[in-house]
C-alpha cells in the first residue's frame, strides 16, 4: 500500500517586489492505494491530479504531508493515530523508515526501482537525440538494477512485451508514431520491475483508434506483473474501464472516494454529480439530465473560503462559505441594477467585518423582501442570517460558515461535502 497524509503543494507566485503569494495546487490531500488495484484519479483540468501524482513517485517534494510506500493497515493505522494525538515522535519514527522522502543513498535508489511514471505526453518525454534501447535502458543503469548485456537483454525483452518488437531497439522517436512512443515510454517505466506505476494522462495525446490497445496493454501487464496504479485521467469511460476505485479533484482537494461502481453509478457530492451528467449517453438524454455549472474552477491563490466547490455549487446553503464580499455583490447587483426604481442612487453598501454589511440610506423591510424572493437564484443570499434596521443604515449578520472533511458514508465511500455531515455521524 502506498499512503498520503496532508499533503499540500504551494508553489511561489512573484507578483511584486514586496510580496510573494503561494499558488496552491494541492492542498490537504489524503490518499490510500491498496496494493495491486488501480487507482482512478479524474478532474477538471488544473486540479492538481499530475502534481499529486508526481509527489507520490517522489519527483515533487510537498510543501507539507507525508507519503509512506509498502505499508500495511497496521502502519497506516498507528500513522493516523499519532496524528490525532500529535505524537511528533511516533510520527519521526514511522516516517523515517517509511516516508519516500527520507530516503537516501543506496535506499534511494531501491525505491526508485520500486515506482515509475508514464507521463502524458510522449513526444516531450522522450529524448530525442537516444535510442530506443538506451532510452529504455536509462532508469535500469541510474538505479544500479542492471549494467551491460543484461541491460540491453532485458530492454528487448520488454519492447516485445509492450507489442513492438526486438527491431526498434536501435531506432530514435522520431522514426515512432505516437502510439509506439507510449509503448516506449511503458516500457521505460517497467524497466526496473517497479511495484508502482503512475499512469498520468497515458492516452490523452493519442489517437482514439490507438488509446483502446494502450489501455488494454496496460491493464494486461497489471495483471501479468500485479502492479499497484495510480491513473490520472480526465476521461470518465477510461476510469470504467481500467480502475478499481475512485478519487474526484476539485481545485487541489479531493471532494469523493469510493469504489468505482459506488461514484460512478451513484454520486454523491454535487462536482461528481456534474461530472458524470457530462458523460455522453446513448440513451435519451430525459433520462438522466445534463448539469451545466455556473461559473470558472477558483484561483488557487485566493481560494474560496469554507467548501471550495460552494461558488459553483446548485445545493450551497449558508454554511457552505459565502463571504460578505461574495454577498455585497449580489446585493449591489440587485439595489444598483434589478430594483434601482426601488432604492435610487442614495444607497450604499460596504463591508464592517467578516460577518456584518451594511446598507444606508435603506429600509430592513424592503431588504428583507428582495433577499427572500432573490435567494433561490443567488446562492450568496442563503447566508445571511439577520437583517436588523438601525438608526441610519441596515446591518446584516451572516451565518458562521463550516469547512468540509471528508465525511466517511455508511456504504464505505467519502464525501467532502456538508450535505452529508449528518450521515456520517449516523454511519
Not at 98 to 120: E, T
Not at 149 to 177: I, N, T, W
Not at 231 to 258: F, P, W
Not at 319 to 340: A, F, M, N, R
Request: with cysteine; proline share 4%; hydrophobic share 40%.
Amino acid at each position: 500500500m502506498i499512503a498520503a497524509f496532508g499533503i499540500r503543494k504551494y508553489f511561489n507566485v512573484k507578483q511584486s517586489m514586496l510580496s510573494n503569494l503561494m499558488l496552491k495546487a494541492v492542498d490537504g490531500v489524503d490518499l490510500k492505494i491498496r496494493k495491486g488495484e488501480i487507482f482512478g484519479l479524474v478532474g477538471e483540468s488544473g486540479s492538481g491530479k499530475t502534481t499529486l501524482g508526481r509527489i507520490l513517485v517522489g519527483l515533487l517534494e510537498p510543501t507539507e504531508g507525508d507519503v509512506l510506500f509498502d505499508v500495511d493497515e497496521d502502519v497506516t493505522s498507528r500513522y493516523e493515530n499519532a496524528l490525532l494525538k500529535g505524537d511528533k515522535e511516533e510520527l519521526e519514527a514511522l516516517s523515517k523508515k517509511y516516508s519516500i522522502f527520507k530516503k537516501r543513498g543506496n535506499n534511494r535508489k531501491i525505491l526508485r526501482r520500486k515506482m515509475n511514471i508514464v507521463f502524458q505526453d510522449p513526444y516531450s518525454s522522450l529524448d530525442p537525440r537516444m535510442r530506443i534501447i538506451d532510452i529504455v535502458k536509462e532508469p535500469m543503469i541510474a538505479t544500479d538494477y542492471l549494467k551491460g548485456e543484461a541491460a540491453e537483454k532485458r530492454v528487448l525483452d520488454l519492447l516485445e512485451e509492450v507489442g513492438l518488437g526486438k527491431s526498434f531497439a536501435q531506432r530514435y522517436p522520431h522514426e515512432l508514431s505516437g502510439g509506439q512512443r507510449q509503448r516506449v515510454a511503458i516500457a521505460r517505466a517497467l524497466a526496473t520491475e517497479p511495484e508502482f506505476v503512475v499512469l498520468d494522462e497515458p492516452t490523452s495525446a493519442l489517437d482514439v483508434s490507438v488509446q483502446a490497445q494502450i489501455l488494454n496493454l496496460l491493464k494486461k501487464l497489471k495483471q501479468e506483473r500485479e502492479l499497484t496504479m495510480l491513473l490520472i485521467t480526465h476521461n470518465i469511460a477510461v476510469v470504467s474501464y481500467m480502475a478499481d476505485r475512485v478519487g474526484v479533484m476539485y481545485a487541489g482537494k479531493l471532494m469523493e472516494v469510493g469504489d468505482k461502481i459506488q461514484v460512478l453509478k451513484n454520486p454523491k457530492h454535487p462536482y461528481t454529480v456534474s461530472l458524470i451528467s457530462a458523460v455522453p449517453q446513448p440513451k435519451p438524454r430525459s433520462i438522466r439530465q445534463r448539469i451545466v455549472l455556473k461559473g470558472e474552477p477558483p484561483n488557487l491563490i485566493f481560494l474560496p473560503r469554507g467548501c471550495i466547490f460552494h461558488p459553483r455549487c446548485p445545493f450551497a446553503f449558508e454554511e457552505c462559505g459565502w463571504s460578505t464580499d461574495e454577498i455585497v455583490d449580489d446585493l449591489s447587483y440587485l439595489i444598483s441594477s434589478k430594483y434601482y426604481e426601488s432604492f435610487g442612487e442614495s444607497v450604499s453598501i460596504r463591508t464592517k467585518d467578516e460577518n456584518t454589511i451594511i446598507i444606508e440610506n435603506a429600509k430592513a423591510e424592503l431588504i428583507s423582501e428582495i433577499v427572500e424572493k432573490e435567494k433561490a437564484n443567488l446562492k450568496s443570499l442563503t447566508a445571511i442570517k439577520k437583517i436588523t434596521q438601525e438608526v441610519n443604515y441596515v446591518e446584516i449578520k451572516i451565518h458562521d460558515f463550516i469547512t468540509p472533511e471528508l465525511y466517511k458514508l455508511d456504504d464505505g465511500r467519502k464525501v467532502a461535502c456538508l450535505l452529508f455531515r449528518a450521515e456520517e455521524k449516523n454511519a
